[in-house]
């Protein structure tokens, strides 16, 4: 659905009608990978910087040149050893190959075959795999997969930014902003963008403690 209409739904809400205008333009963008492609990709980002994560995977695809991100079965045919040389962790090895398994035996669906499922479903199932959560899978949702209805309730930023604008001394509980969140739909990555822009803000906005 159009970011006109998302923006003409999620004004009818005192919170978006006081943060769109303040923020401006929706520039919510989808990377056009998939899916196994970006669960790898989201494994290499946990729990570190951004650059460190770049440079694993940048090593991860030295290692097959001439293609733009190797094949799950290149992943599982490469030598021992040789994901921990390009900087993973063993738990993000456990992770990439975990993927790779089930990317190879259609577990993890294709761009197209996961256009045919819910977004219930692909929740379902692919957190089964090793060192993938909801809140993983949420992401491939909005930004690989473009899915317009989802609000990752685990996501600190989100709820963060939610308590900014509705002026709370706490953050609101998961199930909470999900109740709360069930009159932004069907417009809910769209309500999760704002809500990551308005915690930027805030951040932006704090003085840095002496």
Known sequence: MAIRDARAHLLRDPIFAALI???GRCALETVQREPYEALVRAIAHQQVHGRAADAMLGRLLAHFPGQDFPLPTAILAMPDGALRACGFSGSKVAAIIDIA??????HVPTRRAAARLSDADLIERLVAIRG??????EMLLIFTLGRPDVLPVDDFG??????????????????ALA??????????????????????????KTPKEA
């Open 132 to 137: 993938v959560g909801r809140w993983t899978v």
């Open 21 to 23: 205008p303040r923020i």
């Open 158 to 175: 989100v709820r963060e930014g939610f308590r900014v604008c509705a002026g709370l001394d706490e953050q609101p509980k998961p199930r």
């Open 101 to 106: 398994h089930h990317a190879a035996g259609g």
């Open 179 to 204: 109740a709360i969140g069930e009159a932004w739909a069907p417009f809910r990555s769209t309500a999760a963008w704002y809500l990551w822009r308005a915690a930027d803000a805030a951040k932006v």
